[in-house]
């Protein structure tokens, strides 16, 4: 049997700017994405989104609260994958690229790049959630 894998992403928005990491790795090497990535067995969602900015971004994040799930079979080119999206805010860290990040920067949301797998969705409808 089949399943999706399960993944999470983190939209970390501070002063103005999103943070984003350069993929390291295919798919999409290169290309800037939002961090996150899979969630280990026997580890939370929200474990798994603190985790996953930490080690490609180098920030320790808390979350504020759940943005949506993103479920399209094909958001992502290896397969169908569920990404359960958090929006967080930074607590310490010092950003750096890290595991299968390239780089790691903060973009103004007034020129964002073209971003990886459904991110460009993802992050519009941050900043939707976040006017309201």
Same mark, same amino acid.
């Given at each position: ?13 501070r !002063? /103005? #700017? ?6 390291g790795? *295919?798919?999409?090497? %290169? ?5 996150g ?6 580890e939370t969602v ?7 900015v930490?080690?490609e ?12 799930v ?7 080119? !290896? /397969? #169908? ?7 967080? *805010?930074?607590?310490? %860290? ?13 973009f103004?949301?007034?020129d ?6 459904d991110?460009?969705t ?9 006017q309201?």
């Amino acid at each position: 049997m089949r399943n999706p894998r399960l993944t999470v992403d983190g939209v970390v928005i501070r !002063r /103005g #700017h999103l943070l984003l990491i350069q993929r390291g790795r *295919e798919p999409f090497r %290169g290309r800037w994405a939002l961090p996150g990535g899979f969630v280990e067995y026997g580890e939370t969602v929200e474990a798994a989104v603190v985790r996953e900015v930490r080690e490609e971004a180098g920030l320790e994040t808390r979350i504020i609260r759940l943005l949506g799930v993103y479920s399209h079979p094909e958001r992502d080119p !290896r /397969g #169908h994958t569920v990404s359960v999206v958090f929006l967080l *805010e930074v607590v310490g %860290g010092t950003l750096r690229g890290g595991d299968d990040a390239a780089r790691a920067t903060w973009f103004s949301l007034d020129d964002l790049p073209q971003l990886a797998f459904d991110h460009d969705t993802i992050v519009r409808d941050a900043l939707r959630h976040l006017q309201e």
